[in-house]
């Protein structure tokens, strides 16, 4: 059994990308593959056939492999609720919560989980693709590190470092990485990558050559620009951007980026859309006055947004937004924020107290302990969807009466406005069902142009991975994955 590990020299490189990719391309050549990130930090994540949670780009990595996303492909997610606070989930299960400095102590005693997972994985297939977090030129986190350089010699795994060239400074990128981490982690580091590369590649031939030289690594390629990853669902809130205007999609759906907005991959399925201008509205802009639809995503930590909220002033915006007659739509934590009250008695966001909502339904939210974590198929604006529930809390109120969805044949989801024009669901990724996106349309005076959502994510992995196959030598680095 082999792997290899993708570090990177620094964040949003594009390693989470490049292991999909790879994963696709290895599968492609027959081998059975499994993704493996030992540590994740983000709120960005998916429910797993074994019914836990992990990072979003693990659930995509495990469809690059055409399996079912395991908890064991990410053994520690840290989900951060405040600036120095993170839920911490272990093998897909919620451990509690770490701060900035006891986790420094902590997370060298989860070595062990990630370990177990690794080998279980192992077992299961010909090659682990491993990604790093962040990156091992960050030498004052190597004490206790599980993410990266800890984790890489503990299971002899060999790493890959992954170079943005975008960015710029590629060159002291990498070569400084050699420079300044220690010379035992240096020798886990087999060659590099250079990503994210615009224009001609013979443009750079000098600098790869200058890398080699310098670094003492091998490249293994330098990878294009790949424009398929925005058909990718995103882990990292750092991609998003507000969509520019166009003229050729009138209907406006408009979403409030707050600051622990999760699982905002939600959305994705709207950029299918050619009739829809998705508008990702940052902090200092006012929600847009012609928007059709105003979406509240979901939240990691729902009363702190909801404060951000209002500090915004997108209250007053989503309440002037519905007064013109327009509709809203409330995701998890955004469902929660559409009722009179949201109340967290033990604190498990933070201080404990209560907030008042918008009031847009008649609901009131409780915070509870236990994570629901459950895939469901269900039913709502007469369409069939898949998806799955990952919140904490209870949520009941007279507009439950009329709940958004039938989950599983029975059980009622969510609330519906007396007007029913605001709607709040406890489901993510229910526009990813093309019925159910074309029936929301629908409603909203437009229609969907009927495409497949994972059927363009499949098509997605298939283009990142054909050019992996043309830039990158593949054959080198299953080499040097099954030494």
């Given at each position: ?16 990308v490049l292991?999909?990719?790879l ?10 593959v499994?993704p ?7 709120n960005?994540?998916?429910v ?23 908890t ?8 951060p ?11 897909g ?6 701060g ?20 279980r994985?192992r ?11 962040g ?5 004052n ?31 002291a ?11 035992d982690?240096?020798a ?7 990503n ?6 013979a ?6 050559r ?20 925005a ?5 990292d809130a ?24 999760s ?19 940052g902090?200092?802009?006012p ?6 639809l ?6 990691k930590?729902?009363i ?14 989503i ?8 509709a809203?739509?409330g ?12 109340a ?13 909502g ?19 198929r269900?039913?709502?604006l ?21 709940p958004?969805?039938l ?19 406890y489901?993510?990724?229910l ?21 497949d959502y ?23 680095l ?6």
């Open positions: 059994m082999g792997a290899i590990m993708l570090q990177g020299t620094g964040s949003d490189v594009g390693k989470s292991v999909a990719g994963c696709r391309a290895l599968r492609r050549r027959g081998y059975a499994r493996f990130k030992p540590q994740n930090m983000s960005n994540a998916a797993t056939s074994d019914g836990g949670e992990i990072g979003r780009a693990q659930a995509l990595q495990a469809i690059a492999c055409g399996v079912a996303p395991h064991d492909m990410n053994p520690v997610l840290l989900k609720q405040a600036d120095s606070t993170s839920q911490l989930i272990v093998h299960q919620v451990r509690g919560a770490l900035s400095g006891n986790f420094r102590s902590a997370r060298g005693q989860l070595l062990g989980a990630v370990l177990e997972s690794y080998d994985l077992d299961q297939c010909d090659i682990v693709v491993v990604e790093g977090a990156s091992p030129a960050e030498i986190l190597r004490g206790g590190d599980i993410a990266n350089m800890g984790f890489a010699r503990a299971a002899n795994v060999p790493v890959i470092l992954v170079g943005d060239i975008d960015r710029g400074g590629v060159i990128a990498v070569v400084g990485t050699r420079t300044v981490i220690d010379p982690d240096a886990m580091i087999r060659g590099f990558l250079i994210k590369f615009r224009g001609d590649p443009l750079f031939e000098d600098g790869y200058q890398i080699e030289v310098l670094s003492g690594w091998r490249g293994f390629g330098v990878v294009p620009w790949l424009t398929a990853v058909r990718l669902p995103s882990e750092v991609v998003l951007e507000r969509r520019s205007v166009s003229a050729a999609a009138p209907l406006v759906v408009a979403c409030p980026v707050l600051p622990r907005i699982n905002f991959d939600d959305l994705d399925p709207l950029k299918l859309e050619p009739g829809v201008d998705l508008r990702m509205i902090p200092g802009q929600l847009p006055g012609n928007a059709a105003v979406i509240l995503p979901g939240s930590a729902t702190a947004d909801m404060r951000a909220l209002v500090a915004q002033g997108w209250d007053i915006d309440r002037a937004h519905h007064r013109r007659g327009g809203v739509l995701l998890c934590g955004g469902y929660q924020m559409l009722g009179r009250t949201i967290d008695p033990d604190g498990l966001e933070g201080p404990a107290g209560s907030v008042a918008l009031g847009l339904l008649g609901v009131e939210t409780r915070l509870t302990e236990g994570k629901r974590l459950k895939r469901v269900g039913r709502a007469d369409a069939d969807f898949g998806g799955y529930e990952m919140h904490m809390g209870v949520t009941t109120g007279p507009d439950c009466a009329r958004f969805a989950l599983d044949g029975a059980r009622r989801d969510g609330a519906v406005s007396r007007d029913g024009r605001v709607m709040g669901s489901v993510h990724g526009l990813g069902s093309t019925n159910l996106r074309d029936a929301l349309l629908r409603r909203l005076g437009g229609q969907s142009a009927g495409a994972d059927r363009s994510v499949e098509d997605a992995l298939d283009e990142v991975a054909a050019l992996l196959e043309t830039h990158v030598d593949i054959d080198a299953i080499a040097l994955a099954m030494t």
